[in-house]
């Protein structure tokens, strides 16, 4: 991630509008409210002709200074608006952003100053925009977050009744014409006049421009129900409104448990010690039953610290076993690091990436992709989130629009941008659906399925030597200390036109690697196997040891406290 983008993503975070965020976060949120209301006062004193005339030189540098402030802060704002929402991406999403009710306020209350300087306008009309500021505070004021969120979620109930209740009026209305015309035809000449009278009573018709009130027997009976339909046309929305508020009370209620919950439900995955490596390890998931027992969590509580959280996913453990193995379903929670739109993308400035394009239905996986960067001191992408039905993978490149691929092939592009790089993507084998193979490590290189030459001219290798070389020891070492197998393309092929490496921008070196989840979900070797599979790579690509990683022998909780 470059510096612009680690800046801009720092920016979105500032402006999401919660005062409770990172400590310098809310620094900037309190500057922001503090200079509008600096802002709005100075245009109140500026209405004191005393005040100006003695003070104008001070309040002309507050007006300059807030102006430019907001000028910088809402153009920022327009720019970051695609990371606050994807809504707001490319052109004509900023467009939509700047007509959102706070946009529109922004760019109201801002940009028209400099309007002046270019063209003859009344500067008090300027003033007068800029008191439209102190609407922006409505940002942070959580109680007018919640009515909007309660007026939004009962819309269309009220505009039933208000087409109900105009309906009735415009019907009563007409009655009202044809009773009164007769009787004062005068002032009852068309039937504008009556339904201008009947909606005037809504609003108390402070105008007076409705004054014509009936004098049949008819006419006053319907001025009764339409004193009764004024009363409904605000009682009704009221009542569906307060109904909303209370609802949406509680979702925040029960929003505020469930991330107090996460927290709790985030300490079950204090790292472990790896004893084959000597490595403290998060762990590869947590059980149900354990979040239970150890943490004191019910489950409900457990399933609603997963749906509002973005780090945890449930995932069923019966996914990982053969169908000949016929395991109960088993459910447990998995945590995974993040920090892009579509999961994680670590630069650690090598030659050599792991990228785990499935994380998101393939449970473990990305777990072992993880350590297995993380050892080699390797670039790691993965992808983390998305819709797991109907499933998009991202290891076939389409051009579909699906949330993230984009960024994901950017972030892989410019990790491999030249042709002596290397990707080795990591993917599930012998489980789920598939039989167990004789093999437990299945290595593809975009050949056809059952060709174990390097003679199909659509291979995805451009250094076979040092690949041939490299998959011989590491298979070698396989069978001989841990009694496993290795193959190249005996059961699998990726020699598929939508493979994402024939669309990468440069040919480097790509290799799959399919691996059993025997290995990954349920070997007590897992992360030594990664220890190993990462030394062969180094030795034979970059001709070196793995590097010494300190933080691998720290206890800490979770994945935050390691360096990228």
Same mark, same amino acid.
């Given at each position: 991630?470059?510096k612009?983008?680690?800046?801009?993503?720092e920016?979105?975070?500032?402006?999401?509008?919660?005062?409770?965020?990172?400590?310098?976060?809310?620094?900037?949120?309190?500057?922001?409210?503090?200079?509008?209301?600096?802002?709005?006062?100075?245009?109140?004193?500026?209405?004191?002709?005393?005040?100006?005339?003695?003070?104008?030189?001070?309040l002309?540098?507050?007006d300059?200074?807030?102006?430019?402030?907001?000028?910088?802060?809402?153009?920022?704002?327009?720019?970051?608006?695609?990371?606050?929402?994807?809504?707001?991406?490319?052109?004509?999403?900023?467009v939509?952003?700047?007509?959102?009710?706070?946009?529109?306020?922004?760019?109201?209350?801002?940009y028209?100053?400099?309007?002046?300087?270019?063209?003859?306008?009344?500067?008090?009309?300027?003033?007068?925009?800029?008191?439209?500021?102190?609407?922006?505070?409505?940002?942070?004021?959580?109680?007018?977050?919640?009515?909007?969120r309660?007026?939004r979620?009962?819309?269309?109930?009220?505009?039933?009744?208000v087409?109900?209740?105009?309906?009735?009026?415009l019907?009563?209305?007409?009655?009202?014409?044809?009773?009164?015309?007769?009787?004062?035809?005068?002032?009852?000449?068309?039937?504008?006049?009556?339904?201008?009278?009947a909606?005037?009573?809504?609003?108390?018709?402070?105008?007076?421009?409705?004054?014509?009130?009936?004098?049949?027997?008819t006419?006053?009976?319907?001025?009764?129900?339409?004193?009764?339909?004024?009363?409904?046309?605000?009682?009704?929305?009221?009542?569906?409104?307060?109904?909303?508020?209370?609802?949406?009370?509680?979702?925040?209620?029960?929003?505020?448990?469930?991330?107090?919950?996460?927290?709790?439900?985030?300490?079950?995955?204090?790292?472990?010690?790896?004893?084959?490596?000597?490595?403290?390890?998060?762990?590869?998931?947590?059980?149900?039953?354990?979040?239970?027992?150890?943490?004191?969590?019910?489950?409900?509580?457990?399933?609603?610290?997963?749906?509002?959280?973005?780090?945890f996913?449930l995932?069923?453990?019966?996914?990982?076993?053969?169908?000949?193995?016929?395991?109960?379903?088993?459910?447990?929670?998995?945590?995974?690091?993040?920090?892009?739109?579509?999961?994680?993308?670590?630069?650690?400035?090598?030659?050599?990436?792991?990228?785990?394009?499935?994380?998101?239905?393939?449970?473990?996986?990305?777990?072992?992709?993880?350590?297995?960067?993380?050892?080699?001191?390797?670039?790691?992408?993965?992808?983390?989130?998305?819709?797991?039905?109907?499933?998009?993978?991202?290891?076939?490149?389409?051009?579909?629009?699906?949330?993230?691929?984009?960024?994901?092939?950017?972030?892989?592009?410019?990790?491999?941008?030249?042709?002596?790089?290397?990707?080795?993507?990591?993917?599930?084998?012998?489980?789920?659906?598939?039989?167990?193979?004789?093999?437990?490590?299945?290595f593809?290189?975009?050949?056809k399925?059952?060709?174990?030459?390097?003679?199909?001219p659509?291979?995805?290798?451009?250094?076979?030597?040092?690949?041939? $070389?490299?998959?011989?020891? +590491? *298979?070698?070492? /396989?069978?001989? %200390?841990?009694?496993?197998s !290795?193959? @190249?393309?005996?059961?699998?092929?990726? $020699?598929?036109?939508?493979? +994402? *490496?024939?669309? /990468?921008?440069? %040919?480097?070196?790509?290799? !799959?690697? @399919?691996?059993?989840?025997?290995?990954?979900?349920?070997?007590?070797?897992?992360?030594?196997?990664?220890?190993?599979?990462?030394?062969?790579?180094?030795?034979?690509?970059?001709?070196?040891?793995n590097?010494?990683?300190?933080?691998?022998?720290?206890?800490?909780?979770?994945?935050?406290?390691?360096?990228?």
């Amino acid at each position: 991630m470059t510096k612009i983008q680690t800046f801009k993503q720092e920016l979105a975070r500032v402006f999401d509008d919660n005062l409770h965020t990172k400590q310098w976060h809310n620094y900037v949120d309190y500057a922001i409210i503090g200079l509008i209301v600096l802002s709005t006062l100075e245009v109140f004193l500026s209405t004191y002709d005393g005040i100006v005339e003695k003070y104008g030189l001070w309040l002309k540098v507050v007006d300059y200074f807030t102006t430019a402030f907001f000028t910088i802060e809402v153009s920022l704002r327009i720019w970051c608006a695609d990371l606050i929402d994807d809504k707001y991406k490319g052109f004509w999403g900023r467009v939509r952003y700047c007509f959102s009710f706070y946009g529109l306020i922004d760019i109201l209350s801002t940009y028209p100053f400099y309007l002046h300087f270019f063209m003859p306008m009344p500067y008090v009309a300027l003033k007068a925009l800029r008191i439209a500021r102190l609407l922006r505070v409505f940002r942070y004021m959580k109680a007018f977050n919640v009515l909007s969120r309660a007026m939004r979620a009962k819309k269309d109930e009220m505009w039933v009744s208000v087409q109900f209740l105009t309906i009735i009026t415009l019907i009563l209305s007409f009655i009202l014409f044809f009773v009164e015309h007769e009787a004062q035809p005068e002032v009852y000449n068309n039937g504008w006049t009556s339904v201008l009278w009947a909606f005037a009573q809504y609003i108390g018709d402070p105008g007076n421009f409705a004054d014509t009130p009936p004098i049949t027997v008819t006419g006053r009976i319907i001025a009764c129900i339409i004193g009764v339909l004024g009363i409904a046309i605000f009682a009704v929305p009221a009542g569906l409104i307060g109904s909303a508020f209370s609802e949406v009370m509680e979702k925040d209620e029960r929003k505020e448990k469930a991330e107090g919950w996460a927290k709790t439900l985030h300490l079950a995955f204090e790292r472990k010690l790896d004893r084959p490596t000597g490595f403290q390890i998060v762990p590869r998931y947590v059980s149900l039953v354990e979040a239970q027992a150890r943490l004191k969590l019910k489950e409900d509580e457990i399933f609603d610290a997963v749906t509002n959280s973005d780090r945890f996913r449930l995932i069923n453990l019966s996914s990982t076993a053969t169908p000949e193995e016929n395991v109960s379903d088993i459910l447990a929670v998995e945590l995974y690091p993040l920090n892009t739109s579509y999961g994680v993308c670590i630069d650690r400035g090598s030659n050599i990436t792991i990228f785990s394009p499935s994380n998101i239905v393939d449970p473990i996986i990305g777990w072992w992709a993880y350590y297995l960067a993380k050892i080699g001191g390797f670039n790691y992408v993965s992808r983390e989130l998305g819709e797991t039905r109907p499933y998009c993978s991202f290891y076939l490149y389409k051009n579909d629009g699906v949330p993230g691929r984009e960024e994901c092939m950017a972030d892989l592009n410019r990790l491999l941008d030249r042709s002596d790089k290397w990707i080795f993507t990591i993917l599930a084998a012998s489980g789920g659906s598939e039989p167990a193979y004789p093999t437990q490590l299945h290595f593809t290189y975009g050949a056809k399925k059952g060709d174990e030459t390097y003679n199909d001219p659509n291979i995805t290798l451009n250094d076979i030597t040092t690949f041939d $070389a490299m998959y011989k020891e +590491f *298979a070698a070492l /396989l069978e001989n %200390k841990y009694a496993l197998s !290795a193959d @190249r393309q005996r059961y699998h092929t990726n $020699a598929s036109a939508g493979y +994402f *490496a024939r669309h /990468l921008q440069q %040919k480097v070196n790509a290799v !799959a690697l @399919r691996i059993a989840w025997s290995v990954t979900c349920r070997d007590t070797r897992a992360i030594q196997l990664a220890q190993e599979l990462a030394a062969t790579i180094n030795r034979h690509i970059n001709h070196t040891d793995n590097p010494d990683v300190p933080e691998l022998k720290v206890k800490d909780i979770g994945y935050e406290g390691y360096k990228q």
